[in-house]
């Protein structure tokens, strides 16, 4: 797949991995049966690993969101590659309407814009009855609260370490580890 050509830092476009997407998806589709036949989503989509991920193994519908029109250019371009139908939208997350089953997303972390990773969270709630999403594992004990509060179900979290480039100016190393949780959390309680 084609990585972003130009990654911007304030929208903390990071691509995930592409052992760590095939594991979730792995979960996602055949232990757990959240793909196949399913509407599903991705919101801040990037270059579409995920969404075309979930469109491979089977999803009744796939839709993705991204906000940086590059991103989904080459989201665009990487379905063509792996010949699947995507609906993209280019829009923020107020652009995604009606009800999903499953919605699977690595989100923003919030380290440039505070509480953003909750704002996606909100938003994936509110739109799908399951939830995949990936946060760093330094906030576990506030993202557990904040979806206890919402009256949400976690179902399982699964633990990796992301690998992540240097990617921008400010990085010194070439290599920075962070560990990330992936939650899979049922919202079907809030109905």
């Known amino acids: 797949m084609r990585p972003h050509p130009s990654p911007r830092i304030g929208l903390e476009q990071y691509t995930i991995p592409a052992s760590i997407a095939a594991d979730i998806l792995f979960h996602a589709a055949f232990v757990y049966r959240d793909i196949a036949g399913k509407a599903v989503g991705d919101l801040g989509t990037g270059t579409g690993r995920l969404a075309i991920g979930a469109a491979l193994l089977g999803a009744r519908q796939t839709v993705a969101v991204d906000i940086d ?3 989904i250019n080459v989201a665009r371009e990487n ?4 010949k699947v139908e995507i609906d993209w939208i280019l829009g923020d ?3 995604v309407h009606g009800r999903l089953d499953t919605v699977i997303m690595n989100p ?6 505070r509480h953003l990773d909750r704002i996606f969270l909100g938003k994936a709630i509110k ?3 399951i939830v995949y999403s990936i946060h760093k594992s330094a906030t576990r004990e506030y993202i557990l609260s904040y979806l206890k509060r919402c ?5 399982a979290i699964h633990k990796y370490t992301l690998d992540l480039p240097r990617m921008f100016e400010h990085h010194r190393k070439r ?3 962070v560990n990330v949780d ?3 959390i049922q919202v079907e309680a809030l109905e």
Not at 79 to 82: G, I, K, Q, R, W
Not at 108 to 113: A, L, N, V, Y
């Open 69 to 71: 029109p590059v991103a």
């Open 108 to 113: 923003p972390f919030g380290t440039k814009r």
């Open 182 to 184: 992936c939650y899979r």
């Open 79 to 82: 379905a063509e590659l792996a």
């Open 93 to 95: 997350l107020d652009a």
């Open 151 to 155: 009256g949400c179900a976690v179902h």
């Open 175 to 177: 290599r920075y580890p």
């Open 127 to 129: 739109t799908g009855r």
